[in-house]
């Protein structure tokens, strides 16, 4: 019976990204968690892409981390620029219109950027990295840093938790992943792309074709469309998801330490006549973790090579 289900599922999700209960994905006393995991190793293998929906994050902090983000956004160019990333060595704070080009055969990316990376309050070998320092807030808005965090912090738990279901899908050892982000090169952002100018041409994308750098990224909306992914059947596809869900795809590195069973999809976001906000979690692990012994990559040096040559004022 159970082949026959996951057979009836793969028919289903010809035609819809696989959408996984996540409140059962991680019971192990529901009877239905082989069935959720058993959907996580269909999303991750073969899509890059999932939907969760019954996560423990409060849709109304998912809704005031919006609401801030929104507020920082909303300042003039001069108040925006006290945290502006381009006076840093690193990737914290805010990124003007076409901050990033994650692909050279289009513009910069046509929207504006705020990140920022963990709060590591301990002393470790990794500190005088770039891409280890020390966030930056806007000191004008209140709340900010609090609000955002806390928000971080429930990221990283999801993150985490899915990553170890994985695990259990793919038959690894404990701990093949998940325990490898006491450190982490972590980093949320929030995007937002103004709506599209009559000036932009086919080479404007809000980010244009790519697949993601890191592990796992989580993605929060708010219902403005935009995103579309290279389905399985190498058509693009639009991807929406409820304001109470949450976008997962994998990228580049978990693709490498999976020896290439997980899959990073590649995917863009097209600008419109509305403007949009989205807000990615990349959940990337500790600097020295090794992402193939075969090829000596470490995940550090892999990362801080492709932000080098993605944020603009890194490459100039």
Not at 20 to 32: F, K, M, P, R, V
Not at 81 to 96: E, H, I, L, P
Not at 117 to 125: D, E, L, S, T
Not at 249 to 264: T, Y
């Amino acid at each position: 019976i159970f082949d026959h289900y996951i057979l009836l599922l793969r028919l289903i999700m010809l035609f819809d990204i696989p959408k996984i209960d996540y409140h059962i994905l991680c019971d192990e006393n529901s009877i239905n968690s082989q069935l959720e995991i058993e959907k996580l190793k269909i999303a991750a293998t073969e899509y890059g892409f999932l939907i969760i929906k019954n996560h423990p994050i409060n849709f109304k902090n998912i809704m005031s981390v919006f609401s801030i983000y929104k507020q920082f956004f909303n300042q003039s160019i001069e108040d925006k620029s006290k945290v502006t990333m381009s006076n840093t060595s690193s990737n914290r704070g805010w990124g003007g219109l076409r901050a990033e080009q994650v692909n050279k055969d289009f513009n910069p990316d046509y929207k504006e950027i705020f990140d920022c990376g963990p709060n590591i309050n301990f002393k470790h070998k990794f500190e005088e990295l770039p891409y280890y320092s020390k966030n930056i807030w806007p000191e004008q808005i209140p709340l900010f840093e609090k609000t955002i965090m806390s928000f971080y912090k429930s990221c990283e738990t999801i993150s985490l938790s899915i990553l170890k279901q994985i695990e259990i899908s793919l038959n690894y050892s404990s701990n093949y992943f998940s325990d490898k982000f006491n450190i982490p090169m972590s980093l949320l952002r929030c995007n937002y792309y103004p709506q599209r100018s009559k000036e932009l041409s086919n080479k404007d994308f809000g980010i244009a074709t790519h697949t993601d750098y890191g592990c796992l990224t989580l993605l929060f909306t708010n219902g403005t469309p935009g995103l579309e992914i290279e389905l399985p059947s190498k058509k693009w596809g639009k991807i929406t998801a409820k304001k109470n869900e949450i976008i997962v795809n994998f990228g580049d590195m978990l693709e490498i330490w999976s020896n290439k069973k997980i899959k990073a999809t590649h995917h863009r976001v097209k600008v419109n006549n509305k403007e949009r906000y989205s807000i990615p979690f990349f959940f990337n692990p500790q600097y020295d973790t090794i992402i193939s012994k075969e090829n000596k990559i470490l995940a550090g040096e892999y990362l801080s090579k492709k932000y080098n040559s993605t944020y603009i004022h890194k490459i100039t």
